[in-house]
């Protein structure tokens, strides 16, 4: 058996090479996307690599056929005293589909994953439709999309990620979708300019809007509070007595739902620590947020993803309400790929 490692652009390339060089009974043995050879990998100019192998008799291996610039030399890996055996290898296709969704930014495990829901004619075929149901499949467990409210959403995070924003728009996709208004309650007595934006959206909505600046006050307006209430709180740590002393009160009432606040462009560090430090809270959900503002939010999702946590809503600019949609398999896909359709995804 010979190997050859073969680096092109495109996966599509990578084989055409592949084939030429070794035949069409090429196996190929992996695919994976590195730094390209010389100057242009010191760029951040990324190719394929693209490695392969076949069967050849000893006779016919006796005088190698000059190769491509895209090809290493061959590389024996038989022994000698070993007989060849003919048989005729088949090209791994799902290797191809790895290669195609790591370069679309999809983690490796994700891909793999996904490469895995897919039957031979589907990874031959090379179809989006294919591969999108297949990643479209693998995040179901991802998904963190509850038909009904719970009594009381909470929702954490630290500053600047988007939590009163978030609020806004889910009162008011609800309120447009069942003309219902959710209660709203601000307990971010730290900021007063989220007050005051929460109050403006209230005004707007008609939504009953009640502020705790105190433990007592927050007892009083999750009790006052006849229907599903979304809680704002303070972007502070868990650890702060202030923030601690609230979720205290809600140990004591029934149906909270805790969800976790973060950007999308929160690195995989940051994001395991958020996930520890605000694991005393308990969330059920994490919203990630500021799509737009993101190359990729598959570093934060393969944190969030290890912890079994599901998402529940996705964001994506300033607009109230259109810049929010549910985590539905589909918008995760969507959001994973970096795609610009996410327009066309509803939010219900």
């Given at each position: 058996?010979?190997?050859?490692?073969?680096?092109?652009?495109?996966?599509?390339?990578?084989?055409?090479?592949?084939?030429?060089?070794l035949?069409?009974?090429?196996?190929?043995?992996?695919?994976?996307?590195?730094?390209a050879?010389?100057?242009?990998?010191?760029?951040?100019?990324?190719?394929?690599?693209?490695?392969?192998?076949?069967?050849?008799?000893?006779?016919?291996?006796?005088?190698?056929?000059?190769?491509?610039?895209?090809?290493?030399?061959?590389?024996?890996?038989?022994?000698?005293?070993?007989?060849?055996?003919?048989?005729?290898?088949?090209?791994?296709?799902?290797?191809?589909?790895?290669?195609?969704?790591?370069?679309?930014?999809?983690?490796?495990?994700?891909?793999?994953?996904?490469?895995?829901?897919?039957?031979?004619?589907?990874?031959?075929?090379?179809?989006?439709?294919?591969?999108?149901?297949?990643?479209?499949?693998?995040?179901?467990?991802?998904?963190?999309?509850?038909?009904?409210?719970?009594?009381?959403?909470?929702?954490?995070?630290?500053?600047?990620?988007?939590?009163?924003?978030?609020?806004?728009?889910?009162?008011?996709?609800?309120?447009?979708?069942?003309?219902?208004?959710?209660?709203?309650?601000?307990?971010?007595?730290?900021?007063?300019?989220?007050?005051?934006?929460?109050?403006?959206?209230?005004?707007?909505?008609?939504?009953?809007?009640?502020?705790?600046?105190?433990?007592?006050?927050?007892?009083?307006?999750?009790?006052?509070?006849?229907q599903?209430?979304?809680?704002?709180?303070?972007?502070?740590?868990?650890?702060?007595?202030?923030?601690?002393?609230?979720?205290?009160?809600?140990?004591?009432?029934?149906g909270?739902r805790?969800?976790?606040?973060?950007?999308?462009?929160?690195?995989?560090?940051?994001?395991?620590?958020?996930?520890?430090?605000?694991?005393?809270?308990?969330?059920?959900?994490?919203?990630?947020?500021?799509?737009?503002?993101?190359?990729?939010?598959?570093?934060l999702?393969?944190?969030?993803?290890?912890?079994?946590?599901?998402?529940?809503?996705?964001?994506?600019g300033?607009?109230?309400?259109?810049?929010?949609?549910r985590?539905?398999?589909?918008?995760?896909?969507?959001?994973?790929?970096?795609?610009?359709?996410?327009?066309?995804?509803?939010?219900?």
């Amino acid at each position: 058996m010979y190997v050859k490692r073969v680096y092109a652009p495109t996966v599509r390339e990578a084989l055409a090479s592949a084939r030429e060089q070794l035949g069409d009974g090429a196996l190929v043995l992996s695919t994976e996307l590195v730094p390209a050879p010389g100057w242009r990998g010191w760029t951040g100019r990324r190719v394929v690599r693209l490695t392969a192998a076949a069967e050849r008799g000893i006779e016919a291996d006796a005088a190698p056929a000059a190769l491509s610039p895209g090809v290493s030399a061959d590389r024996p890996v038989v022994a000698a005293d070993r007989p060849v055996v003919t048989r005729r290898p088949v090209i791994d296709r799902r290797a191809g589909v790895v290669a195609r969704l790591v370069a679309s930014g999809v983690d490796l495990a994700l891909a793999q994953a996904t490469a895995n829901r897919m039957t031979e004619a589907e990874c031959r075929g090379g179809s989006d439709q294919a591969l999108r149901r297949a990643l479209v499949a693998e995040l179901e467990a991802a998904s963190g999309v509850d038909q009904k409210y719970a009594r009381y959403e909470v929702f954490v995070g630290p500053p600047g990620v988007g939590k009163t924003t978030t609020i806004a728009k889910i009162a008011a996709q609800e309120c447009a979708r069942r003309g219902t208004p959710l209660n709203l309650i601000a307990a971010d007595a730290f900021r007063a300019g989220a007050i005051e934006q929460l109050r403006s959206y209230a005004a707007v909505m008609g939504s009953p809007l009640r502020i705790a600046r105190s433990t007592a006050e927050f007892e009083e307006a999750l009790s006052g509070s006849r229907q599903t209430a979304l809680v704002d709180t303070a972007g502070r740590s868990p650890k702060d007595a202030e923030l601690s002393s609230l979720f205290e009160v809600l140990k004591h009432k029934r149906g909270v739902r805790t969800h976790l606040v973060l950007a999308a462009d929160t690195s995989a560090a940051t994001a395991r620590r958020l996930l520890d430090a605000y694991a005393p809270l308990q969330p059920a959900r994490v919203v990630i947020t500021k799509l737009d503002e993101s190359e990729s939010m598959m570093p934060l999702f393969d944190a969030v993803r290890e912890r079994g946590l599901p998402v529940s809503y996705l964001t994506a600019g300033q607009r109230v309400p259109e810049d929010l949609w549910r985590a539905t398999p589909a918008s995760l896909a969507a959001a994973i790929l970096t795609e610009s359709a996410m327009e066309g995804i509803t939010c219900h």
